[in-house]
């Protein structure tokens, strides 16, 4: 809009003194050079504020050390936490967390670092901050070190049991994220985060741990597990360890074992109690693999144990032995 008006500023000048010089007896060649130099001191003058108006609108400065902003940017990604617990995400990275407006010169420092203006998938760390005077409940999130928002007020409750339950095993929680650093349709440098946060956050911290030098089966399909009666009680001291929603996720082994009419069966052990079994369908795809596992390398499969005193149900996430990879079947170190 300035410049528009500029021009027809300058124009209208031009006019009026190119109108007085003819008047006067000034020459064409006077007249021509008395425009021409209007239009430089016009262009110059659209130029100095155009400079200017740039300089409002482009992206900030990288606060460093010291400065009044209170932010320190870390030039360089810094590497995790070596007690980080890295957790994979639904794949859409549609959680979007608050904030960040008022942390923009640390996001674009962190996109930067990454090539500069765009979309980029980073590590974002995301703890409780019980410091925070305006809500002792805040959870933040950073990226490379830096503050760059926070978790909803109103999401904090779904975040707030599994932060308690990763910091209980002394582990920092790390989420992937998208970071995006541009310009919206006003011109304006704006920034934003997403987190790719699970399908279900009450499954996130296993209750228990694979042991060292067990191997882990990969995850895949639903396989149901039936429960003895009697063993009610151990998967309710496994459901005890729950920190949400009266579930929670459970490391099993499993084992091959014939029983007396010589059938191949499979069953399901937690924490070393024997707690049920696979169906026939289930063993019978199931059982050889597990007969070519070493005696010292015994195979745990990822499930998820729910429930009450009443009842209880358990089953299994894992992918059927056709369907696994040459790299998964070497990491289970079948003997041959």
């Keep these: 809009m300035e410049t528009a008006v500029l021009f027809i500023v300058c124009g209208v000048v031009a006019w009026f003194i190119a109108k007085k010089a003819k008047q006067m007896g000034f020459s064409w060649a006077k007249y021509f050079w008395i425009n021409l130099l209007l239009g430089i001191i016009g262009w110059a003058v659209t130029f100095f504020l155009w400079r200017a108006d740039s300089r409002k609108t482009r992206s900030p400065e990288i ?18 936490p070596p007690n980080s617990l890295r957790v994979s995400g639904s794949g859409y990275f549609g959680y979007d967390i608050v904030g960040e407006s008022f942390h923009l010169p640390a996001i674009h420092g962190i996109a930067k670092t990454r090539g500069g203006v765009g979309q980029h998938t980073v590590d974002a760390v995301v703890k409780a901050e019980p410091s925070n005077k305006a809500d002792p409940k805040a959870i933040r999130v950073e990226i490379d070190g830096n503050l760059v928002g926070y978790v909803a007020r109103e999401k904090t409750s779904l975040f707030r049991p599994l932060l308690a339950r990763v910091a209980q095993n002394g582990k920092t929680l790390v989420l992937a994220a998208e970071l995006y650093y541009g310009k919206d349709y006003d011109d304006e440098f704006v920034g934003s985060v997403r987190l790719d946060v699970p399908d279900d956050l009450a499954l996130v911290v296993p209750a228990n741990q694979v042991p060292p030098g067990a191997a882990l089966w990969p995850k ?36 091959a074992a014939q029983d007396e009419k010589a059938a191949t069966g499979v069953e399901v052990l937690i924490n070393s109690a024997l707690v049920g079994s696979l169906s026939p369908v289930s063993a019978k795809k199931f059982a050889p693999v597990l007969g070519r596992m070493g005696p010292k390398s015994p195979c745990y499969f ?3 144990a729910a429930g009450n005193s009443l009842a209880v149900d358990l089953h299994l996430r894992m992918k059927k032995p056709e369907e696994l990879s040459a790299d998964e079947i070497g990491a289970l170190r079948l003997e041959i």
């Design 63 to 80: 606060p460093t050390a010291g400065k009044s902003s209170g932010v320190t940017f870390l030039p360089q990604p810094p590497e995790l």
């Design 220 to 255: 895949g399909a639903k396989v149901q597990v039936t429960v003895n009666p009697e063993a009610t009680s151990d998967v309710m001291s496994v459901l005890s360890n729950a920190y949400q929603d009266q579930k929670v996720a459970v490391h099993c082994e499993l084992r």
């Design 302 to 304: 990822w499930g998820v």
